[in-house]
């Protein structure tokens, strides 16, 4: 099973500011990297499949980056609508699997 | 716009057996990947398996012992049973369209507590 880690637990950020978020494989996924935005009481939302590509109506503020077993999300100015948390997921190899996540909150 | 909703219990009994069904509409069930993915309060995503529209199955090995997943494409909908739940069991359990790749159209999840 590849193991999907994510270095900060916590991120806190200022409104505006950059977010660089970051995921690492235990092994190689290739491209195989999406990133999911979670809010309290919802399901998991697409931002960003084939480890940088936008899903359908994800704003540009969001981007993704990497490949073989290190991905960073960013976020380049952090509206109040992206405070959340923040899951990748690799789909290279069955069972697919999470990382643990990382939240985004208010500095 | 796809939509899923998931149904059944939310208060299963230690040993017994947990059962959900998820509705999917806006879309035909068929031709796709749907999976069954929990989150225990507080704690990460776990996918549990994935059904095809043709029922072939692929369940994640840490579960696979106790699940068993079904389709009924009449009905736009597939299922999925846990046997031998424990508290550890305790999850939202969300269905999702997807399998193959990632998970683009979700349920909104539904809370099972394993207690007696």
């Known amino acids: 099973e590849i193991v999907m880690t994510q270095s900060a637990a916590t991120l806190s950020v200022f409104p505006g500011e950059r977010a660089t978020l970051s995921c690492r494989a235990s092994q190689s996924v290739g491209s195989n990297l999406a990133w999911y935005q979670q809010k309290p009481g919802q399901a998991p939302r697409l931002l960003i499949y084939?480890?940088?590509t936008r899903d359908t109506g994800i704003p540009a503020r969001f981007s993704g980056s990497g490949s073989g077993t290190e991905f960073t999300l960013t976020i380049s100015s952090l509206q109040s609508e992206d405070f959340a948390v923040y899951y990748c997921q690799q789909y290279n190899n069955w069972p697919f699997t999470f990382g643990p996540g990382t939240i985004v909150d208010i500095k | 716009q796809v939509q899923l909703q998931e149904s059944g219990p939310g208060l299963v009994k230690p040993s017994e057996t947990l059962s959900l069904t998820c509705t999917v509409s806006?879309?035909?069930?068929?031709?796709?990947?749907w999976s069954w993915i929990r989150q225990p309060p507080g704690k990460e995503l776990e996918w549990i398996g994935f059904?095809?529209?043709?029922?072939?199955?692929h369940y994640n090995p840490s579960l696979k012992s106790r699940v068993t997943m079904s389709v009924d494409t009449s009905k736009n909908q597939f299922s999925l049973m846990l046997r031998s739940v424990t508290a550890a069991d305790t999850a939202v359990y969300y269905c999702a369209r997807g399998g193959s790749s990632y998970f683009k159209f979700w349920g909104q999840g539904t809370l099972v507590t394993v207690s007696s």
């Open positions: 806006g879309d035909s069930i068929s031709y796709y990947y």
């Open positions: 084939d480890a940088s």
């Open positions: 059904i095809y529209s043709s029922g072939s199955t």
